[in-house]
């Protein structure tokens, strides 16, 4: 079988299958069914909230640029929650900046930690904060 012969067998077979058809200008135009879309898996998120929200959440006005994580969330997070890190690198972030905007300081966190590759778990009732590094990396 020559090689023409094996190309027109090719789409004889296409076409009577229903696979393909001929458009224009002798184009071969590809009718099968589109590939189902993969399902993406949920994106984790920034922050996990337990406990319940308190109703008077402190808003954060301020701005900062050019500082480290450490001042960042000592200014950030309210007086009298407990922090915690669980690697070591995160108190090493420098050149963290936020916009308070008069906007609830977990909105800002949020913010500051996609910025820079860490996640956080916020404890309303125990008033913690866990910051760890996200599965991506410090950026």
């Known amino acids: 079988m020559t090689m023409q012969s094996l190309r027109s067998a090719l789409l004889a077979a296409g076409l009577a299958m229903g696979f393909m058809s001929i458009g224009h200008a002798g184009m071969i135009?590809?009718?099968?069914?589109?590939?189902?879309?993969?399902?993406?898996?949920?994106?984790?998120p920034t922050i996990l909230y337990t406990g319940t929200m308190m109703s008077n959440v402190k808003r954060v006005s301020s701005s900062m640029a050019g500082q480290s994580i450490v001042k960042v969330l000592a200014k950030l997070?309210?007086?009298?929650?407990?922090?915690?890190?669980?690697?070591?690198?995160?108190?090493?972030?420098?050149?963290?900046?936020?916009?308070?905007?008069?906007?609830?300081?977990?909105?800002?966190?949020?913010?500051?930690?996609?910025?820079?590759?860490?996640?956080?778990?916020?404890?309303?009732?125990?008033?913690?904060?866990?910051?760890?590094?996200?599965?991506?990396?410090?950026?």
Request: glycine residues 6%; neutral net charge; without cysteine.
């Open 29 to 44: 135009i590809d009718n099968s069914p589109a590939p189902a879309p993969v399902a993406q898996p949920e994106p984790m």
């Open 77 to 139: 997070v309210p007086n009298g929650w407990s922090g915690y890190a669980s690697d070591p690198s995160i108190k090493h972030i420098t050149s963290v900046s936020y916009v308070g905007a008069n906007r609830p300081w977990p909105i800002v966190l949020e913010e500051v930690l996609q910025a820079h590759g860490l996640v956080a778990k916020i404890d309303w009732n125990k008033r913690e904060i866990s910051i760890a590094v996200s599965k991506q990396g410090i950026k």
